[in-house]
């Protein structure tokens, strides 16, 4: 190649160089062009291997024209690699200005306490104002404490509603919470204020308002002349106190071996508002709390003399006031596993139920 075709190689390359860093928007990317450059098989380093090919009259020329055209090119990179480098900077400074700490961030998916447990929490606190304690007792129980002691003898008809669970080892597993009222007197004596809050199994034809697996809480309250008006202005008091608004009650006879007298105080269908519907059976009223005077058996098989005491006793629906509370219409879904249960009761309410309206259908 003469001198000038060699010129004009050289001002090509140094174009070619010039117009591609302008594309080139890393650093490594630009790095690699310098290879591609000033390397041996390369554009430029090939005519720097070629000066020795020039006649020697020639060679001090060709030489000083390759090499300054290498000394540009060499700096046309760095300049560049400098540049992208102020960018960088700059970008994540602006990236830092523009983040603010003080932002909230994205909410994530958050869980919560069951509704059963929610409405468990709330009326234990109720009653922790109130004087009472806290009592847990098994859920595995023995025929004496769930029945007998009860004044439920074997033969006795009401077993036959409270059909259970009998397990190889003789034993049951509780149909109600009222066994806790026979551990809470022997432990305790009187006076006493007890509630015991817990789940309870019965064998059941599971349906909306039916479950073989339930919770309920027992309220065992002992001492001097307890009379029932006690009992109904507690209950008042309780309910009110979770559904967070007046509620109506309705107070009638109930047998329970385990009370005498025994009463069945009803509050008006919190779904419906008392107007009728499938969760209350059409009657506009659910049986929520069952109670009565402690009969004197009981009290004597819990060790406390009844010519000197006397009690109220009441098997609250946990599970039924939880579903109240937050309108869920199904008792299948609180042991579903059902996220929803979680994260929004009351929308699980209504789903639930268009679901199984439909599958009715
Ligand atoms: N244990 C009874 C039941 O489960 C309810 C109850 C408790 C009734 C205490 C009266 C007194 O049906």
Request: proline share 6%.
């Amino acid at each position: 190649m003469d001198i000038q075709e060699l010129h004009r190689r050289i001002a090509t390359i140094e174009a070619d160089v010039s117009a591609a860093l302008r594309g080139l928007a890393t650093a490594d990317a630009v790095r690699g062009l310098d290879g591609v450059m000033l390397g041996k098989a390369g554009s430029l380093g090939s005519l720097i291997a070629s000066v020795k090919e020039y006649p020697p009259e020639q060679r001090g020329q060709v030489g000083q024209a390759v090499n300054s055209a290498k000394q540009r090119v060499k700096e046309a990179i760095e300049q560049r690699l400098r540049e992208l480098q102020t960018a960088d900077l700059k970008s994540e400074a602006a990236r830092a200005a523009s983040f603010d700490p003080t932002l909230p961030g994205t909410p994530q998916p958050m869980g919560g306490v069951h509704p059963v447990t929610a409405v468990q929490w709330e009326i234990e606190r109720c009653f922790e104002r109130l004087g009472f304690t806290v009592e847990a007792g098994p859920e595995m129980e023995t025929d004496y404490f769930n029945f007998e002691a009860l004044n439920i003898p074997a033969a006795h008809p009401a077993r036959d509603m409270q059909d259970t669970f009998w397990l190889n080892n003789g034993m049951l597993l509780r149909t109600q919470t009222s066994p806790v009222q026979i551990r809470a007197m022997k432990k305790f004596g009187a006076p006493l204020r007890v509630i015991a809050p817990g789940r309870c199994f019965r064998y059941e034809t599971v349906d909306a308002s039916h479950e073989n697996t339930f919770h309920q809480v027992e309220g065992l309250m002992i001492d001097r002349e307890i009379s029932i008006p006690n009992l109904i202005g507690m209950a008042e008091t309780l309910l009110r106190e979770v559904m967070k608004r007046e509620v109506k009650l309705r107070v009638r006879p109930g047998y329970f071996p385990f009370v005498e007298p025994g009463i069945e105080i009803d509050m008006n269908c919190q779904i419906c508002g008392g107007n009728g519907c499938p969760t209350c059976k059409h009657s506009g009223w659910l049986e929520i709390l069952p109670a009565g005077m402690v009969h004197p058996n009981v009290l004597r098989a819990g060790g406390v003399d009844p010519e000197e005491w006397t009690g109220f006793a009441f098997g609250l629906g946990l599970t039924r006031l939880a579903m109240m509370k937050y309108g869920i219409r199904d008792i299948r879904v609180l042991n579903s596993g059902d996220i929803r249960a979680l994260t929004s009761p009351r929308r699980l309410g209504s789903v639930f139920v268009t679901d199984v309206e439909h599958n009715d259908r």
